[in-house]
């Protein structure tokens, strides 16, 4: 249990003390700073302290966003402070601070050795606020939540107690809350058909104790379930398949949606919400080319195509939004006054948000072609919609990069090498040729691609043998110089999608050239494997956990040395029937166990950070 610390004498008629006790804490009653401290040193460290002015009134959702969000080191709103272990050293300094303070800025703490119960008068501020200002000071980051139009105030007499008690009641503290469980910035079909019901879905399993964890498996369930209905071939699987897979969709958006509400954060939340979209998609991709199969119609290469195409998309979102968040004046002021100018005019934010093909209507337009299509228009629908919404927003972001002037950062350098995915081999390459390189070039990202070029245009041509083997070779000599300076010029966030593209896409043409006809579904268990070593990356950097261990990314090869594992593969089975397909289910068994284990151990390990993804639209 938490403790919550009152820093003097309960008000009479004041609810403060049954607030903190319905959000968990323990509380106990100091007279001022020194007490307080004395009270905060008796607290086992492993527990979060929650310090509340006693004259504070306010909504209880209020005291619930500033006290109970597991995320941060330490939040703070007016008159309430609370610090998670990692920030009480600072929290207790502060308070020895304040204790030595007291006596000159009133005498407070004097009364209180003589047992005189201190009630600060109407120009002393807060206790709560003013520690609130020294953990700042002293480098600690203090959250404070958004309230809108909760109440959360200290006034300092009874008309002030009356006014702020009569702004409680004038707001609907239920319906503020419930809006705030759903996210500000969402898709349309997202916002107009889930979120308006899905948010009472959330509030109904929020009273009966469930946690967005079991509604997250629920989904992922219904969606696996969906897969084996598609996965029979039949009109009626079908149908089935698609309802199915918009209930999975609904329940995708209440856990999110039930944390926001109940501020239920996790480790293992962060994880599960993460990986499963991933899961659930291309686990329906893998459903609906086995139906297809049923039919007698081969749609491997166009279920492994699209879920190549929509991995990418999210690399390079993820590589941009890295590498500008951590710089001052990310995006030039002229490539953002055209977009500045269409949010104005309302209907174009969603058109905008509606023609990337986010996941709301990515699913709903997957669901309905399901129910009334066949597989293959389901994939060319969706091959040609996510090929439209990449070549939109890349193209904006090229844009914005090459107007860019802020310097890009160490840390943003950083994050862009870790995506990189870098194994021993151009490792290698790049301690050799190490040099620093002008932060405005474009090598980096030419190296990549005249790589990436050389190797899926030899593949493609020759199909597999050592000639794609060599071209694999000079792959990884090129990789090796493109990461060889740090990746701080303004198009060096397209290193990382363009290796996914080059991995991805030469597994894709060596199996679909291969004479194994199960080689293409082999491959695809590959490129899920290393999608989802690639998707663990990113939420770990997110979490600001940094990347993967780097035995990992030894241990599996890096992007340049799995593709030459498979080049090699595919030259040595080439001509030995099902010797490929069997080589790749092979490796894909071995990469997914290695990078599956590693991810659990770190994400229900006591270091993973307690983060819940708001997610991108896409």
Request: hydrophobic residues 50%.
């Amino acid at each position: 249990m938490s403790t919550a610390i009152l820093t003097g004498p309960p008000v009479p008629g004041s609810s403060l003390d049954a607030d903190l006790r319905s959000l968990g804490f323990h509380v106990e009653v100091a007279s001022g700073p020194r007490e307080t401290g004395a009270l905060l040193a008796g607290v086992p460290s492993g527990q979060r302290v929650a310090l509340v002015d006693p004259r504070f009134v306010g909504h209880l959702h209020a005291l619930r966003l500033a006290l109970t969000d597991p995320r941060f080191p330490a939040a703070a709103a007016p008159g309430v402070l609370t610090a998670q272990p990692e920030a009480r050293p600072a929290l207790a300094r502060a308070l020895d601070t304040a204790a030595t303070a007291a006596p000159v800025a009133g005498n407070h703490a004097a009364a209180a050795d003589h047992g005189v119960a201190e009630h600060p008068g109407p120009l002393a501020e807060p206790l709560p606020d003013s520690l609130a200002a020294a953990l700042d000071a002293d480098g600690v980051a203090v959250h404070r939540p958004q309230l809108g139009t909760l109440v959360a105030a200290v006034p300092d007499d009874p008309e002030g107690r009356h006014r702020a008690r009569a702004a409680v009641e004038a707001v609907d503290e239920e319906a503020v809350r419930l809006r705030s469980a759903v996210k500000a910035h969402d898709g349309f079909f997202t916002t107009f058909f889930i979120s308006p019901y899905s948010r009472y879905i959330a509030r109904w399993c929020a009273r009966r104790g469930l946690t967005p964890n079991q509604v997250t498996t629920a989904s992922l369930l219904t969606a696996l379930i969906a897969a084996g209905c598609a996965a029979t071939g039949d009109r009626g699987g079908y149908v089935a398949a698609g309802v199915l897979l918009l209930v999975s969709f609904v329940l995708d958006c209440t856990d999110g949606q039930l944390a926001r509400y109940s501020l239920q954060y996790s480790t293992m939340g962060a994880w599960l919400d993460a990986t499963f979209d991933r899961a659930k998609e291309y686990s329906f991709y893998a459903g609906l080319a086995l139906g297809a199969a049923r039919d007698g119609d081969d749609v491997w290469f166009l279920a492994l195509g699209a879920m190549i195409l929509m991995t990418c998309r999210h690399v390079v979102d993820f590589s941009f939004n890295e590498a500008n968040a951590q710089s001052a004046g990310t995006t030039a002021k002229t490539s953002l006054a055209l977009s500045n100018r269409l949010d104005n005019v309302g209907w174009t934010v969603w058109a905008r948000r509606m023609i990337i093909l986010p996941i709301g209507e990515r699913w709903a337009m997957i669901a309905v072609l399901t129910a009334v299509t066949s597989p293959r228009i389901v994939f060319w629908a969706l091959i040609v919609g996510c090929a439209f919404g990449a070549c939109y927003t890349t193209a904006g972001r090229l844009l914005r990069s090459l107007s860019r002037k802020a310097p890009r950062t160490d840390g943003a350098a950083r994050a862009l090498a870790d995506l990189a995915d870098t194994g021993p081999l151009a490792e290698a390459v790049a301690r050799l040729t190490a040099r620093p390189r002008p932060r405005a070039g474009i090598l980096a990202p030419l190296l990549a691609a005249l790589g990436a070029a050389a190797l899926l245009v030899t593949a493609a041509l020759t199909g597999p043998g050592w000639a794609v083997v060599g071209a694999a070779v000079a792959y990884a000599l090129l990789s090796g110089l493109a990461v060889a300076a740090p990746l701080k010029g303004a198009l060096d966030w397209l290193v990382p999608p363009v290796f996914r593209a080059a991995e991805y896409a030469t597994i894709l043409i060596l199996a679909a050239k291969a004479d194994s006809a199960q080689a293409l579904p082999a491959a695809f268990g590959l490129v899920a494997a290393v999608a989802y070593h690639h998707y663990d990356t990113v939420y770990r950097i997110r979490g600001n956990a940094g990347a993967p261990p780097a035995w990992l990314v030894r241990t599996i090869g890096g992007h340049e040395g799995r593709t030459l594992v498979v080049a090699v593969l595919a030259a040595l089975t080439a001509n030995r029937g099902n010797d490929f397909t069997s080589a790749l289910a092979a490796l894909a068994a071995a990469v997914g166990l290695v990078v599956l284990v590693e991810s659990v151990r770190f994400w229900v390990s006591s270091g993973a950070p307690a983060v819940h993804d708001e997610g991108e639209t896409a």
